[in-house]
């Protein structure tokens, strides 16, 4: 474990990201910062992370993890790695997640930790849509 704590640049939500061929860029399509359903639980189809660090030295082990604020339960956690060319370098990653299962409405906190540190978290909150009467 280096000595220097890496720097989040990002962590953004969205539905899907896009690596563009040619430029290698990278597009960031439907961000959004919650959830709505009719009834929970609920499962969110699809849901992609965002990830941009810098300061890192070496390899850099990370990882991605989602819980409720409600109960403090671990809704998933997935391991991931970076490798640093040099301390200015911005390294980035996609996490591409299916079938996010959301037992309760509430806020929930998708947090990024790396080297043992928690450099970041996003807050998502579940929200149960209200029918209307007609």
């Known amino acids: ?20 061929a040619g430029t ?8 959004f910062n919650g959830v709505f359903s009719n009834a929970f639980p609920c499962t969110h189809p699809s849901l992609s992370v965002y990830i941009a660090i810098t300061e890192g030295r070496g390899k850099v ?3 991605l993890r989602m819980i409720s604020l409600d109960t403090n339960a671990v809704i998933f956690e997935l391991p991931g790695q970076f490798e640093f060319s040099g301390p200015i370098s911005v390294g980035e990653v996609v996490f591409q997640l299916q079938q996010i299962r959301f037992e309760q409405p509430g806020v929930y906190a ?7 540190d928690m450099l970041g978290s996003r807050k998502v909150s579940a929200q149960k849509l209200e029918s ?3």
């Open 132 to 134: 209307r009467p007609a």
């Open 24 to 31: 290698n860029k990278l597009s960031l399509i439907g961000t």
């Open 1 to 20: 474990m280096s000595s220097v704590k890496p720097i989040l640049l990002a962590l953004v939500l969205c539905d899907t990201i896009i690596r563009e």
């Open 110 to 116: 998708i947090e990024f930790w790396a080297d043992g």
């Open 61 to 63: 082990q990370c990882k």
